[in-house]
Nanobody, 120 residues
Framework: QVQVVESGGGLVQAGGSLRLSCTAS????????MAWYRQAPGNERELVAQ???????RYGDSMKGRFTISRANTRNTVDLQMNSLKPEDTAVYYC??????????????WGQGTQVTVSS
């Protein structure tokens, strides 16, 4: 009934940029916070950035000043602009959205993830 789909991952050299996009679709009544997380092999999943429906943002410490999160509420989309990428940014990046459907409660929905690889 609800899908969260990411796009935009790929291979980039250190110092380069990538832009990830995510769209939530389906029988959605309202979307609250949308966020990006990442997980590298052997590591726990960590917050990259999040943005509320009113535009309040929060970033992981190592992403501050390099990554920018933005969203288009009318389209239930969230983008992540990643600049000055480092090899340690290599990970699978996941999009998540807190979604309300009529007749249900708020639930967190996750995408399948998109691979970002930064070569040195």
């Amino acid at each position: 009934q609800v899908q969260v789909v990411e796009s935009g991952g790929g291979l980039v050299q250190a110092g380069g940029s990538l832009r990830l996009s995510c769209t939530a679709s389906g029988k959605i009544f309202s979307v609250d916070t949308m966020a990006w997380y990442r997980q590298a092999p052997g590591n726990e999943r960590e917050l990259v950035a999040q943005i509320t429906s009113t535009g309040t943002t929060r970033y992981g410490d190592s992403m501050k000043g390099r990554f920018t999160i933005s969203r288009a509420n009318t389209r239930n989309t969230v983008d992540l602009q990643m600049n000055s990428l480092k090899p340690e940014d290599t990970a699978v990046y996941y999009c998540t959205a807190k979604i309300f459907r009529l007749g249900y409660t708020w639930e967190d929905y996750w995408g399948q993830g998109t691979q970002v690889t930064v070569s040195s």
